[in-house]
């Protein structure tokens, strides 16, 4: 069943970055430019998913359980600190620069595009940096 809802779920995530055009670096940029040729169609489907995920979190927090028996586990950390901040400047530089964030980075792996390789190749050296650094 946990299979059975991973694949759903990414099968679900995948085929909307595609259809929006989260997948696509040269609409991500169109939109991450609000002084140029600004490209709102992006805002639309972030608000579409948080409406929907505002709805299925509501849902959740009545549930004690997953529909695969697990007990629900919601952050409790609301607070804003300097590993938050400084990650998300950074993440912000790095979807800025190219157009591409993780999840659509993936789709792009998984489409034999050069673009999505060497993006998750650089993503996950990022990610080792960084463990290597705070462990120091």
Known sequence: MRLLIAFVSGLLFGLGL??????????????????GDWNPALLWVMVGALVV????????????KT????????????????????????????????????????????????EGVIFVIAMLVGMKLVSFFKNQ
């Open 18 to 35: 595609l259809y929006s055009g989260m997948a696509n670096p040269a609409v991500v940029q169109g939109f991450l430019d609000p002084f």
């Open 67 to 114: 529909l695969t028996g697990d007990p629900l586990n919601f952050p409790i950390n609301s607070k804003i600190n300097r590993d938050l901040i400084v990650g998300g400047l950074i993440f912000g530089v790095g979807w800025g620069l190219v157009g591409i964030c993780p999840g659509p980075a993936f789709v792009l792996l998984g489409r034999g595009l050069w």
């Open 53 to 64: 995920s505002t709805i299925g979190v509501i849902i959740a927090r009545r549930r004690k």
